[in-house]
């Protein structure tokens, strides 16, 4: 007998026999204990800090011990408010091997959740895919325990390059420096293409994010900081060290970074050839700071320090910078082929510390400062710097204005000062390159 389309549909629906029955989902749900991973239970704390890769899943869950219940419910690990990096290392550690034909990488994607975790050391992501990653900046805080004295979040050992380095965001990590001796809120020592957003980086000892390397061999390179807001540290909001190369930092907020009378900046390059703080030997080249708002840094806002011959290959452009005690903007040391394009510079100098101008051209080469935006009030209420330096909070005081919009020293020549726009009294250009160009131009002091 031949059976028809339909009649074959309800044969395979219902079954052959009169005895199937089709059965109802359960109203009771899984029992916790199955949607645990298995990472969870393979993984054991206990040997944290060794830097072996697990062989788990590739996708865990923290939780803060000040979570709720039910986020401890399904996490992978639970912390108990002190010594958390015990448990946000182990996740990080046991995440799972991968391989493939272009990378022999392992990693993956911790995820901690909303609440406070207190680290008595440093969170290592060592040389994997780490993605690292909370609930929001407002939401997800990483403190520094009382006498610590370490930095908040490492990346790369420093002994590997050409790792792919994933990914930190949605996190505030507070450093609480009045307690630490050392310490910075993330230091980068290799990697490629790393990208921190959304994170809160302040109170730290030492510099916000300090970008370092260990080697001329081995350093990150290729990443991206944006979105971030990096204020109250004790030394540089962001450090670029020596041999660091491809970055761009965009759309961040970068505010009350270093120590009055203390050379350190809201963004510092520093491309030195020479073993220097910042690691090895190396010109720093090939960035961009685009559309960040820097202010009231305790230094100069933006410094590039191009150690002889470095430093080269940057493109400025795009940023609201403020209120600084000193320049808003120094190149120097051999510093070159630098843009420096369609900023709104504003109130250089803003203490009794001596004036300052908005930008310093020392011993640099062939670079352009175009289609700017300055102004330089005469009276305001006090800065930091000025209320440091004696002024009374809130009252309007004359506010010492800059020396000039820009002042070129020492060997500095190529370079361009054209098309800006200045609002104020002070409009001073000084040269002294016999081929640098003005349409501004004042007679040398």
Excluded at 105 to 117: D, I, P, Q
Excluded at 119 to 136: E, I, Q, Y
Excluded at 230 to 244: L, M
């Amino acid at each position: 007998m031949r059976t028809s389309p339909l009649g074959l549909l309800l044969f395979a629906l219902l079954g052959c026999g009169s005895s199937s029955q089709l059965t109802a989902p359960s109203a009771q749900p899984p029992d916790v204990t199955t949607v645990k991973t298995a990472a969870s239970a393979a993984v054991s704390v206990q040997n944290v800090g060794d830097g072996k890769t697990g062989s788990g899943s590739g996708n865990l869950f923290v939780a803060a011990a000040d979570s709720s219940d039910r986020i401890k419910t399904r996490a992978d690990y639970v912390c108990d408010g002190t010594d958390d990096h015990v448990e946000i290392q182990a996740a990080i550690d046991s995440l799972s091997d991968q391989s493939g034909a272009r990378f022999a990488v392992s990693g993956g994607a911790v995820e901690l959740s909303t609440g406070s975790f207190h680290l008595g050391a440093a969170v290592h992501c060592r040389d994997k895919v780490v993605n690292l990653f909370g609930a929001g900046m407002s939401s997800t805080e990483l403190t520094l325990q009382r006498g610590a004295n370490d930095d908040i979040i490492v990346v790369g050992t420093g002994t590997k390059q050409g790792w792919q380095s994933g990914r930190i965001a949605q996190l505030s990590l507070n450093g609480k420096g009045e307690s630490q001796e050392r310490g910075s809120g993330i230091r980068v020592l290799a990697g490629l293409r790393l990208t921190i957003e959304c994170v809160r980086v302040y109170d730290c000892k030492e510099t916000g994010i300090f970008l370092q390397g260990l080697s001329g061999e081995v350093r990150p390179a290729i990443g991206t900081v944006e979105n971030c807001h990096i204020g109250y540290n004790r030394k540089h909001g962001v450090h670029i060290g020596a041999g660091i190369e491809g970055w761009i930092l965009r759309g961040n907020r970068i505010n009350d970074n270093g120590t009055h009378g203390q050379p350190y900046h809201g963004v510092y390059i520093e491309a030195i050839h020479g073993k220097v703080e910042s690691g090895p030997f190396g010109a720093a080249n090939a960035f961009i700071i685009a559309n960040n708002v820097l202010w009231q840094n305790r230094s100069v806002q933006i410094c590039i320090n191009g150690g002889g011959y470095g430093g080269a290959h940057i493109i400025i452009s795009g940023n609201v910078i403020l209120s600084s005690p000193l320049e808003n903007i120094k190149l120097y040391a051999g510093t070159h082929l630098v843009s420096v394009t369609g900023n709104s510079i504003h109130s250089a100098s803003e203490s009794a510390i001596g004036a300052a101008p908005h930008i310093t051209l020392e011993d640099v080469y062939y670079c352009t400062i175009s289609a700017n935006v300055f102004s330089s009030p005469s009276r305001g209420f006090p800065s930091p710097a000025m209320i440091e330096a004696g002024a009374e909070p809130g009252k309007l005081v004359d506010v010492p204005g800059p020396s000039g919009i820009l002042i070129e020293k020492g060997l500095s020549n190529h370079n361009r000062f054209v098309g800006n726009t200045i609002a104020g009294e002070v409009t001073g250009v000084t040269l002294v390159g016999a081929d640098s160009l003005s349409d501004r131009k004042s007679p040398p002091k």
